[in-house]
């Protein structure tokens, strides 16, 4: 079946690359579930206003072949492996893993300017029983991959597999559309009281692409959902870049003729970078990130000692549309002094006309 939704996305698109394929294939799935538990967001925020969804079971989830059309109808890029960037670096540790613990280890890296698509882990640890073992990866923005989870643990074995050590090369394309430069953390973990080992060395490779001069945001029927407001089937708005809020800023619905309703699932929209002042922002919007486990009430308390009222209901990823009562100026500073909320901005209003007469 997807096999078939490619051939279309290439009828539509002859001059996409395996790599273009791919990440349409990821930006236009949807999720199939009735809600988002046991959903996990990374650090692109470049999708629906924040990171890509993702889930161990289900990967980025359902294959959309209208969505992915529909997308592939506008892609501009041609990614392929002659055009594949990359990185890699190093660490040989020697570190011990206790029985029961968990050790963890870095490398960084600096200047490498990477949006990336996959990484690769090379692994070298020795142990008498690797299925003791749970190793994770987590980016420098925060998201975490298990790339090892107690291999052969079931109902049926407690113990897991007895195979001794690990080297072996692992993948992951959890961390799509994020940033590679940072710290990278290797966890190791060791879940029972018998057989320590070493984690001897590892390798991270990452691949991707140089960072474009301008920003892409793609929009999809599920940023309705993710935000709490009613949308419409394909539309979308293009608005401000995001470099200057520290996020990606969200579409309306009602503020663009890009493409009509019900016409499709995702607008991709090729962003020029806009000098905003923030005075010009008129009372109304802003898209705000809440952290994972913040009681609802305390949302509450603060939103009206704030001046603020919630537009949009809260998501599984904890992100909200919240009306402003004054202007965002005179909110920031009380959103800032906020524990509970990890990111805020405000949703920019800048029509589509406008923006491609200031590119």
Do not use: C
Not at 86 to 96: E, K, N, V
Not at 264 to 277: A, K, M, S, T
């Amino acid at each position: 079946a997807t096999a078939g939704v490619v051939a279309l996305m290439l009828e539509a698109n002859p001059d996409l690359g395996y790599r273009d394929v791919q990440e349409i294939l990821a930006y236009s799935a949807h999720n199939p579930l009735a809600s988002y538990a046991g959903w996990d967001v990374n650090a692109a925020g470049n999708w629906n206003g924040a990171g890509l969804t993702f889930h161990d079971g289900y990967g980025f989830g359902l294959v959309d072949a209208h969505a992915a059309v529909r997308l592939a109808e506008t892609w501009h890029l041609q990614s392929t492996y002659a055009n594949l960037d990359s990185a890699s670096a190093g660490s040989t540790p020697g570190l011990a893993i206790p029985d029961n613990d968990t050790v963890t280890d870095t490398v960084s890296f600096s200047g490498t300017d990477l949006l990336i698509d996959r990484v690769e882990v090379d692994i070298d640890i020795t142990h008498s029983w690797i299925g003791d073992l749970t190793i994770e990866l987590t980016s420098p923005g925060g998201t975490t991959s298990t790339l090892v989870a107690r291999p052969g643990v079931s109902s049926s074995s407690i113990y897991g597999s007895g195979q001794d050590d690990i080297d072996f090369t692992f993948d992951s394309v959890q961390f799509w559309g994020e940033q590679s430069d940072g710290t990278w953390t290797l966890t190791v973990s060791d879940g029972y009281a018998a057989d320590p080992g070493v984690l001897n060395a590892w390798t991270l490779h990452l691949f991707g692409d140089s960072q474009p001069v301008d920003d892409s945001y793609i929009y999809t029927d599920e940023y309705a959902e993710l935000v709490g407001q009613a949308g419409t089937s394909g539309a979308g708005t293009a608005v401000a870049s995001g470099a200057e809020a520290g996020a990606a800023p969200a579409p309306s619905a009602a503020e663009t003729d890009a493409q009509p309703a019900g016409d499709g699932g995702v607008l991709l929209v090729e962003l020029p970078e806009l000098d905003i002042d923030p005075a010009d922002i008129v009372a109304g919007e802003v898209i705000v990130k809440i952290k994972a486990d913040t009681a609802q009430a305390d949302v509450q308390a603060f939103a009206a000692e704030a001046g603020v009222t919630v537009a949009g209901s809260t998501s599984a990823l904890g992100i909200e549309l919240w009306a402003l009562a004054g202007s965002f100026e005179d909110a920031a500073a009380a959103l800032a002094g906020a524990e509970f909320i990890e990111y805020f901005e405000p949703n920019y209003r800048v029509s589509l006309d406008a923006t491609l007469e200031s590119g």
